[in-house]
């Protein structure tokens, strides 16, 4: 497994990264542990959660399978680098208080406790803010922030699906305040959706952010969804779905799979190893349902695209081209 800086802190984490949204939804907790496991196995050390996981009457479930996972023993918490986020109301479905959402000094600390409870450590490593909060001023939010910093039961902050202005405000009034700011933004970004590199990822470069794409495959779409609805009948479902309903999408997403077989490449590795290439980008996340599924994201880091292939995938899916001039008419 290859390794590197998250950003501009000293932490070392995988260039894959384990997402646990299905864990508790769609994969049981048994099945949950062994894929942890196997990932550790593997080299993975970073791991993704967030309090919200588990969805609907069941949030923070993902979380407390992790936090069992952990109690387990075996050093496993040492070994892992654990992010996980705050933003969402946790209160009971029905009973949504005032204050117990968003990003506020008393939901954050209400919040990380219940985090850390949940998953059953002192400590979070990578606490992110999993979408901005435009009531509460980021001078609030940081004081939150140095406060559980000091507490030691967070170590760094990040952001995720933060524009790139919304990055440099943070850390700017996080510079006045003479404290860390920012260390990672996780963003949509991938072949199909590279609007990122517009604004998001320059910010994030120039303010020493790691990027952790999230969606990789695009909610499938990049997964080989045309051949296994030849091969296999499974009709593609959700964003796919509503993608490949375009004719012109259809014939685009084809010709990335044409293209792909003519390399003897799987195209849901070929997505993961191209966003490995991308500058700035720490590692994508990727959220295994089974055992098959992240061997299969495995594989992608050992996976060298040729220049001929990044190019082809580029004609496919041109980037919007640098800023200012990717706004140009």
Same mark, same amino acid.
């Given at each position: 497994?290859?390794?590197? $800086?998250?950003?501009?802190?000293?932490?070392?984490?995988?260039?894959?990264?384990?997402?646990?949204?299905?864990?508790?939804? $769609?994969?049981?907790?048994?099945?949950?542990?062994?894929?942890?496991?196997? #990932?550790?196995?593997?080299?993975?050390?970073?791991? =993704?959660?967030?309090?919200?996981?588990?969805?609907?009457?069941?949030?923070?479930?993902?979380?407390?399978?992790?936090?069992?996972?952990?109690?387990?023993?075996?050093?496993?918490? !040492?070994?892992?680098?654990?992010?996980?986020?705050?933003?969402?109301?946790?209160? +009971?479905?029905?009973? +949504?208080?005032?204050?117990?959402?968003?990003?506020?000094?008393?939901?954050?600390?209400?919040?990380? !406790? +219940?985090?850390?409870?949940?998953?059953? %450590? =002192?400590?979070?490593?990578?606490?992110?803010?999993?979408?901005?909060?435009?009531?509460?001023?980021?001078?609030?939010?940081?004081?939150?922030?140095?406060?559980?910093?000091?507490?030691?039961?967070?170590?760094?902050?990040?952001?995720?699906?933060?524009?790139?202005?919304?990055?440099?405000?943070?850390?700017?009034?996080?510079?006045?305040?003479?404290?860390?700011?920012?260390?990672?933004?996780?963003?949509?970004?991938?072949?199909?959706?590279?609007?990122?590199?517009?604004?998001?990822?320059?910010?994030?470069?120039?303010?020493?952010?790691?990027?952790?794409?999230?969606?990789?495959?695009?909610?499938?779409?990049?997964?080989?969804?045309?051949?296994?609805?030849?091969?296999?009948?499974?009709?593609?479902?959700?964003?796919?779905?509503? %993608?490949?309903? =375009?004719?012109?999408?259809?014939?685009?997403?084809?010709?990335?799979?044409?293209?792909?077989?003519?390399?003897?490449?799987?195209?849901?590795?070929? #997505?993961?190893?191209?966003?490995?290439?991308?500058?700035?980008? %720490?590692?994508?996340?990727?959220?295994?349902?089974?055992?098959?599924?992240?061997?299969?994201?495995?594989?992608?880091?050992?996976?060298?695209?040729?220049?001929?292939?990044? %190019?082809?995938? =580029?004609?496919?899916?041109?980037?919007?081209?640098?800023?200012?001039?990717?706004?140009?008419?």
């Amino acid at each position: 497994m290859e390794y590197t $800086q998250l950003g501009r802190t000293g932490l070392k984490v995988s260039r894959l990264v384990l997402g646990t949204m299905n864990f508790g939804p $769609q994969t049981d907790e048994a099945d949950s542990h062994a894929i942890m496991d196997a #990932a550790l196995g593997a080299g993975i050390n970073f791991f =993704d959660t967030a309090n919200v996981y588990g969805w609907g009457e069941n949030k923070g479930r993902t979380e407390e399978i992790i936090g069992n996972w952990f109690a387990k023993g075996g050093e496993r918490r !040492d070994k892992v680098v654990l992010a996980t986020k705050v933003y969402a109301n946790m209160a +009971a479905e029905g009973d +949504a208080w005032p204050n117990h959402d968003k990003l506020s000094a008393v939901n954050i600390r209400r919040a990380v !406790d +219940a985090s850390l409870k949940r998953l059953r %450590t =002192d400590h979070i490593d990578l606490y992110q803010f999993h979408h901005i909060d435009r009531a509460t001023p980021f001078e609030e939010i940081w004081q939150a922030v140095d406060t559980l910093v000091q507490q030691g039961k967070i170590l760094y902050a990040g952001s995720s699906n933060f524009p790139g202005y919304k990055i440099a405000q943070a850390n700017e009034v996080a510079a006045r305040r003479g404290t860390f700011g920012l260390v990672s933004e996780q963003c949509l970004y991938n072949l199909a959706e590279r609007r990122a590199e517009m604004e998001i990822i320059p910010a994030a470069q120039e303010y020493g952010l790691g990027v952790i794409p999230w969606s990789p495959l695009h909610g499938g779409l990049l997964g080989g969804v045309i051949k296994k609805e030849i091969e296999g009948g499974r009709r593609a479902s959700g964003r796919a779905a509503d %993608t490949l309903a =375009d004719p012109a999408a259809r014939a685009r997403i084809q010709a990335y799979e044409d293209l792909l077989d003519k390399h003897g490449i799987e195209p849901g590795e070929a #997505a993961l190893a191209w966003l490995l290439t991308r500058p700035g980008v %720490t590692g994508p996340i990727v959220g295994p349902r089974t055992a098959e599924q992240l061997d299969s994201a495995l594989r992608a880091v050992e996976l060298k695209l040729s220049d001929e292939l990044l %190019t082809g995938l =580029d004609e496919i899916f041109p980037g919007p081209g640098p800023s200012p001039e990717a706004f140009a008419w």
